[in-house]
C-alpha cells in the first residue's frame, strides 16, 4: 500500500501563488508516476500535472501549462506543485495520486489517492 497526504492548500487571490506538498509513504518504489489532479464542484476530476520518480519528465495539462510546475524530492518522498498565476477557475480540491503506469493523464489508472487539498482563488 501507497499512503498520500496532501498539503498547502488555502484562500487566496487572483494573481497569488500556492504550493501544494504531497508526503508518500509505503511501497512508493511500486510506483512510477505521481499526479496532481484536481476537481471542482459539480465537475469530473481532470488531470493536473505527473512526474516520474526515475527522471525529470513531466507534462501538463493545458490549462495550467506555464503556470504549473511539479516537481519531486525523492530524499523525502515528497512530490510539490508550484502554482502561480492563480486564477478563479483554479479553484477545486486538488488531490495527490499514485500509479505504476507510465504517461496517464486518466484517474482511473491512478491507483493510490491523497484526501486531497482545497485551494480556493478569489477575483
Known amino acids: 500500500q501507497v499512503q498520500l497526504v496532501e498539503s498547502g492548500g488555502g484562500l487566496v487571490q487572483a494573481g497569488d501563488s500556492l504550493r501544494l506538498s504531497c508526503a508518500a509513504s509505503?511501497?512508493?518504489?511500486?510506483?512510477?508516476?505521481m499526479g496532481w489532479f484536481r476537481q471542482a464542484p459539480g465537475k469530473e476530476r481532470e488531470f493536473v500535472a505527473r512526474i516520474y520518480w526515475s527522471n525529470y519528465s513531466t507534462y501538463y495539462a493545458d490549462s495550467v501549462k506555464g503556470r504549473f510546475t511539479i516537481s519531486r524530492d525523492n530524499a523525502k518522498n515528497t512530490v510539490y506543485l508550484q502554482m502561480n498565476s492563480l486564477k478563479p477557475e483554479d479553484t477545486a480540491l486538488y488531490y495527490c495520486a499514485a500509479t505504476r503506469t507510465y504517461a496517464s493523464d486518466v484517474p482511473s489508472d491512478y491507483n493510490y489517492w491523497g484526501q486531497g487539498t482545497q485551494v480556493t482563488v478569489s477575483s
Open positions: 509505503g511501497r512508493i518504489l511500486s510506483t512510477n508516476t
